[in-house]
């Protein structure tokens, strides 16, 4: 009939142009299949996801030949074991191509890539903690995807705790990388717990999903592999020996192992977990191993964990009453910041680096209006400049204002239940909550800065007569100074475990009462000029040097 020869026809014409369209181009033709539709295919699970839907419509992507070269020459270089070109390939490439192709859509999944890669398992895990770290970044991840994303994790770390524990090379990945992998375990973690927080935004069948699939993104589950990356490196005990000043641990310092670097990292990760869920002395417990006067210790190998270690420690020294070791956590890392900021300003990290800065130095506000001291000059003018109002809007006790600079500069707190509609759980209950005690805090201090100001005034004076000056009664002045008495006396860091110590004043003068009256001890404050004269003889070094060449 017409119609039978009219459809002979079209197929004869459809294969001639496929014909052509092989002879025309210079793709090799085994390569042909990334271009080409398939049908649609089942996507397996495991057997705790049978609910979630089974069939997907799946288009294979028509890949750029950037791409293509991209993701074979990243796999050859992991083969290999070239470090340098993995490093190059994953922290510039890797993103220019993001923003060239990728900037508003997902990467091509792992499905996709696949057959330029010979289908290595190895390489597809690593390929897909990319491609989900990209839509967790730049777009907004469906419950699908955080289910995904958990799979690929959790079968990612198995491979390295497996390689770990073999000393094997098969993720002799750069340190980058590996610090990122673990950062972003935590912070997807971070992200699952607020996205079933919020009830009202979920729908029926997502509630239901999350309740049947309690066990992902648990906090047990990632506690369970940080901690056994941790034990099968041994890097506890390996830092304690360094300690102690073992030198073979010591040498191995200078090329650690990637078991090592990735024990290193889950310990500083632990550091962050427990902070976002307010536990302040496990998190300081958990790194009582690391050494942080060294100066070249592993965290300084990667910024980001350098800042994220300092940043989460004088966190928690704040939390914890400890304000002179945390205006000196912060004082470090912000001169850190301050000296190699520079070196990082092409970094796809730089903008997240500066808004830790930026944190850091609402978090040292905060901390020098409650235990006032001196600190670099460097820092105070920096300080000055960014929060001289609000500093003296706290040094007169404004309660506000410190509710201000706490809820920019902490860190996102989480709740690890999962809620129903008979307890729901307010998603910033977390938060609300570690803001109560900090504010307690605040509170039990207002009338200390006018006391302080007062008693710098005299070398004594009587009880009286300062209750007269403070509007208050005599007893209740004794009661404010007892107070100011205990919030000076705090625990000092000065070597060993973060959470090692001994009682100090933290104060710049002495006071004590002897029956009605106050006696303040006559102290002289020892100003240090070699500091500021060797900072600016270097600055003036390096001026003279660029303008030389």
């Given at each position: 009939s017409n119609a039978e020869y009219m459809g002979d026809l079209c197929l004869c014409v459809l294969i001639m142009s496929f014909d052509n369209f092989d002879e025309e181009t210079d793709i090799p033709a085994a390569d042909l299949l990334t271009f080409r539709y398939r049908a649609a295919s089942a996507e397996v699970y495991d057997d705790e996801y049978d609910d979630a839907p089974s069939m997907v419509s799946r288009q294979d992507y028509s890949l750029p030949d950037a791409v293509r070269s991209f993701v074979t020459t990243l796999h050859r270089a992991i083969k290999e074991g070239d470090t340098f070109e993995v490093f190059n390939l994953y922290e510039n490439n890797f993103n220019k191509l993001t923003e060239k192709y990728y900037k508003t859509a997902a990467w091509p999944p792992a499905e996709a890539i696949s057959p330029?890669?010979?289908?290595?398992?190895?390489?597809?895990?690593?390929?897909?903690?990319?491609?989900?770290?990209?839509?967790?970044?730049?777009?907004?991840?469906?419950?699908?995807?955080?289910f995904d994303s958990w799979n690929n994790y959790t079968a990612l770390l198995e491979k390295m705790t497996a390689s770990a524990d073999s000393q094997g090379s098969e993720f002799d990945l750069p340190a980058q990388w590996m610090w990122d992998i673990i950062d972003e375990f935590i912070y997807q973690f971070q992200s699952f717990c607020q996205f079933k927080s919020k009830l009202k935004s979920r729908s029926e069948d997502e509630l239901a999903t999350l309740q049947e699939n309690a066990d992902v993104w648990s906090v047990g589950k990632v506690l369970h592999y940080l901690h056994q990356i941790v034990a099968k490196s041994d890097i506890q005990n390996t830092l304690e020996k360094e300690k102690q000043g073992d030198s073979e641990t010591q040498e191995t310092d200078e090329s650690p192992s990637v078991s090592k670097l990735l024990g290193y990292f889950c310990l500083v990760g632990l550091l962050r977990l427990h902070s976002l869920l307010g536990d302040y002395y496990l998190a300081l417990k958990t790194i009582e191993c690391i050494d942080l006067s060294r100066k070249q210790g592993l965290f300084t190998r990667v910024a980001a964990c350098h800042i994220t270690l300092y940043y989460y420690t004088g966190f928690a020294y704040l939390m914890m009453r400890r304000c002179s070791d945390a205006i000196k956590t912060f004082q470090n890392i912000l001169l850190y910041i301050?000296?190699?900021?520079?070196?990082?300003?092409?970094?796809?990290?730089?903008?997240?680096?500066?808004?830790?800065?930026?944190?850091?130095?609402?978090?040292?506000?905060?901390?020098?209006?409650?235990?006032?001291?001196?600190?670099?000059?460097?820092?105070?003018?920096?300080?000055?400049?960014?929060?001289?109002?609000?500093?003296?809007r706290m040094q007169r006790s404004d309660e506000a204002t410190f509710e201000e600079l706490f809820a920019f500069s902490c860190p996102k707190f989480i709740t690890t239940s999962t809620p129903s509609s008979e307890d729901p759980v307010n998603a910033n209950q977390a938060y609300k909550l570690q803001s109560k005690l900090f504010l307690r805090e605040v509170r039990q201090q207002q009338l200390l800065p006018t006391v302080r100001s007062y008693l710098k005034l005299y070398t004594s004076l009587s009880t009286a007569k300062m209750a007269q000056f403070l509007d208050i009664s005599e007893s209740e002045f004794r009661t404010q100074v007892l107070c100011m008495k205990h919030k000076m006396r705090q625990q000092v860091w000065s070597h060993g475990s973060p959470l090692d110590g001994r009682l100090a004043s933290s104060s710049d003068f002495e006071f004590y009462v002897d029956k009605d009256t106050v006696y303040v001890a006559d102290t002289k404050v020892t100003r240090h000029y070699g500091e500021f004269f060797i900072r600016h003889i270097n600055k003036f070094e390096h001026i003279i040097e660029d303008l030389s060449t």
């Open positions: 330029l890669v010979d289908d290595d398992a190895t390489f597809v895990l690593l390929y897909k903690e990319l491609y989900f770290r990209h839509i967790y970044s730049k777009l907004q991840p469906t419950l699908r995807h955080r301050g000296r190699t900021k520079q070196y990082y300003s092409r970094s796809y990290q730089y903008d997240q680096m500066m808004k830790k800065n930026e944190q850091m130095y609402a978090l040292l506000a905060i901390a020098v209006s409650l235990c006032p001291q001196r600190i670099d000059e460097s820092i105070h003018a920096g300080l000055r400049d960014k929060y001289g109002e609000k500093m003296l």
